[in-house]
C-alpha cells in the first residue's frame, strides 16, 4: 500500500472549527481484500516517532520505509493475516507529532469526510495540538484496539509516557466506551535498553506504575482544587481498569539485533492482540469488518460532538433509521405486483424483514443481527 492510500486520520483546522478528515481509500481498500462479514479485524496501534518507524520495519508491521507522518495517522495491515479469521491491522500513529494544517475547503476533498471538532468551540482551556491528539487515541482509537504500543524515547522517557497515560485515564470522562471492560486494550510501553538480558519486567513495570500514579493524583489534584490531591490505589486501580486490560515494560532489541530477538517480540504482541481478540469474541463483540466500519464511523460522529459522554457501542446498534416519507407508496407498488397467492408466504416475510433491517443504521447488519447486552 503506497503512503497517501494508507492515510487515515489528521485534523485540519478550518475557519471556526477543528476538522477531523477520516481518509476513506484505506478502507475502501481493505474491503476490496477482506471479507467484511467473515473475518473479524483486530487493530494494534503503534504511537510514537522514529523509533516506532524502525521498530515497525523490523516486526515486519508495515512496508516500506514511512516518512512524512507527522500529523497523521496511516492506517495498514498485516498481509500474513489477510486470509485469518481475524486480520491484524495497524493504526501508524504520529498524529501527535505535527501541527495543525489548515484545511482549504475549496480544493477537492475527494474520498475524505470532514467533520468539525463541535464540543471545541466550547473549551475555555488551551489544547495543544499534542493534547488533541491523544484525546483522539484514547476516546476513539482506544476502543476498537487490542494492543497500543508506546515507544518511550521517542517521547523522551518513561516518565513523558507516564504523564501521558495519566492524562488519558484522567480525562474528562471515566471511560471511553460502554464495551466489557474486560475487553480493553493492553498497554506495551516499549523501550530501549544497553543490557537487555539483565532487564526485568517485572520491576521496570512496577516503576514505572508507581509513576503514572503520582502523574495521576498530580492530576486529581488539578481537577479537586487540592494542592495534595490523594488518590487511594482502589480508586487508581478502577481509572485504570476503565481504559486499559493491563500494562507493561517491555525491552526492545538493539536495532542491529538478530532477526530471532525481533521475531521473538513479534509473537509477543500479535499473542497480546490475539487474546483481548479473544476476550471480545466470547463478549460478542469482535466485530464482523462491515460492523467495524460502521461502529468507527458513529464513533468518530460521537467524538467530534460530544467529548464527555463514553461512546456507546448499545444505543449505537440500535439507533434506528428515519422512515422515508414515501414508504406507503413504495410498499403499496411492492405488493402491486406479488401475485394474491404469494401475499403471506412470500410478501408479508419480505416486508417484515426488511423493516426489521431498515431499523438499524446502515452497513450494520448483513447475514445475521448481533445483539449486545
Not at 469526510?113 to 495540538?129: E, G, K, S, Y
Request: aromatic letters at 8%.
Amino acid at each position: 500500500m503506497a503512503r497517501s492510500d494508507s492515510i487515515w486520520l489528521t485534523l485540519r483546522a478550518g475557519l471556526r472549527d477543528l476538522i477531523l478528515h477520516e481518509h476513506q481509500r484505506p478502507r475502501a481498500l481493505f474491503n476490496d481484500i477482506l471479507d467484511q462479514t467473515a473475518q473479524s479485524p483486530q487493530m494494534i496501534t503503534m504511537i510514537g516517532r522514529e523509533l516506532k518507524t524502525s521498530v515497525m520495519q523490523k516486526l515486519r508491521f508495515g512496508t516500506g520505509h514511512q516518512e512524512g507522518l507527522h500529523g497523521e495517522i496511516h492506517l495498514r495491515a498485516d498481509p500474513d493475516s489477510l486470509k485469518a479469521g481475524s486480520p491484524i491491522l495497524f493504526a501508524d500513529c504520529e498524529l501527535h507529532n505535527g501541527p495543525i494544517m489548515n484545511d482549504t475547503s475549496s480544493r477537492p476533498v475527494g474520498a475524505i469526510v470532514r467533520r468539525p471538532l463541535v464540543w471545541h468551540r466550547c473549551v475555555t482551556q488551551d489544547l495543544d495540538f499534542s493534547k488533541l491528539a491523544h484525546l483522539l487515541y484514547a476516546k476513539l482509537l482506544a476502543p476498537f484496539t487490542t494492543v497500543i504500543c508506546f515507544f518511550a524515547e521517542d517521547f523522551g522517557g518513561l516518565s513523558v509516557v507516564a504523564q501521558v497515560l495519566a492524562l488519558w485515564i484522567m480525562n474528562l470522562s471515566n471511560r471511553p466506551s460502554d464495551l466489557p471492560p474486560i475487553t480493553n486494550p493492553r498497554v506495551l510501553v516499549l523501550t530501549q535498553r544497553k543490557h537487555f538480558s539483565e532487564f526485568s519486567e517485572q520491576k521496570a513495570t512496577k516503576q514505572f506504575m508507581l509513576e503514572v500514579g503520582r502523574e495521576a493524583e498530580r492530576i486529581y489534584g488539578s481537577l479537586t482544587s487540592k494542592s495534595k490531591g490523594r488518590l487511594k490505589k482502589a480508586e487508581l486501580d478502577q481509572y485504570l481498569g476503565t481504559h486499559f486490560g493491563s500494562m507493561r515494560v517491555v525491552p526492545l532489541p538493539d536495532i542491529v539485533s538478530s532477526a530471532r530477538s525481533w521475531k521473538s517480540l513479534r509473537s509477543r504482541i500479535l499473542q497480546d492482540s490475539a487474546n483481548v481478540q479473544e476476550r471480545r469474541r466470547e463478549a460478542q463483540v469482535a466485530f464482523s469488518g462491515r460492523h467495524y466500519a460502521a461502529f468507527f464511523r458513529m464513533a468518530s460522529e460521537h467524538f467530534c460532538t460530544d467529548i464527555i459522554s463514553p461512546f456507546s457501542f448499545v444505543r449505537s446498534s440500535r439507533e434506528p433509521n428515519p422512515v422515508s416519507t414515501e414508504y406507503l407508496s413504495h410498499l403499496q407498488r411492492f405488493i402491486d405486483k406479488v401475485p394474491m397467492a404469494q401475499l403471506l408466504n412470500f410478501a408479508v416475510p419480505v416486508i417484515a424483514s426488511a423493516f426489521v433491517f431498515d431499523s438499524y443504521p446502515s452497513e450494520m447488519h448483513c447475514k445475521c443481527i448481533y445483539i449486545l447486552s
